[in-house]
Nanobody, 116 residues
Framework: QVQLVESGGGLVQAGGSLRLSCAAS????????MGWYRQAPGKQRELVAS??????INYADSVKGRFTISRNPKNTVYLQMNSLKPEDTAVYYC???????????WGQGTQVTVSS
């Protein structure tokens, strides 16, 4: 059983910063991809950023240059969000995928609200 626990959401003014963290625990295959998705009211969930266990990184165009994803060897993933905009307001979800086992795990979500 894999569990993902997120922290770090909150309310911030436009232009501010927040850092999200997600700690994965349980039986985790070493080769995996961790990432952050977000879902705003009335919109579909979208990928924000992802990072593989080998260090390959992918960002959504809307956050390039503002957000930075990183991870440590203990399967904790971080999302540093700078220059936040009101359109970044959403529930942010942590995700872990294991291609070999087709595992797809989600955190409970953390609210990020950016006021204008």
């Amino acid at each position: 059983q894999v569990q993902l626990v997120e922290s770090g959401g909150g309310l911030v003014q436009a232009g501010g910063s927040l850092r999200l963290s997600c700690a994965a625990s349980g039986s985790i295959f070493s080769i995996n991809t961790m990432g952050w998705y977000r879902q705003a009211p009335g919109k579909q969930r979208e990928l924000v950023a992802s990072i593989t266990s080998g260090g390959s990184i992918n960002y959504a165009d809307s956050v390039k240059g503002r957000f930075t994803i990183s991870r440590n060897p203990k399967n904790t993933v971080y999302l540093q969000m700078n220059s936040l905009k009101p359109e970044d307001t959403a529930v942010y979800y942590c995700n872990l995928q294991v291609r070999l086992t087709r595992g797809d795990y989600w955190g409970q979500g953390t609210q990020v609200t950016v006021s204008s």
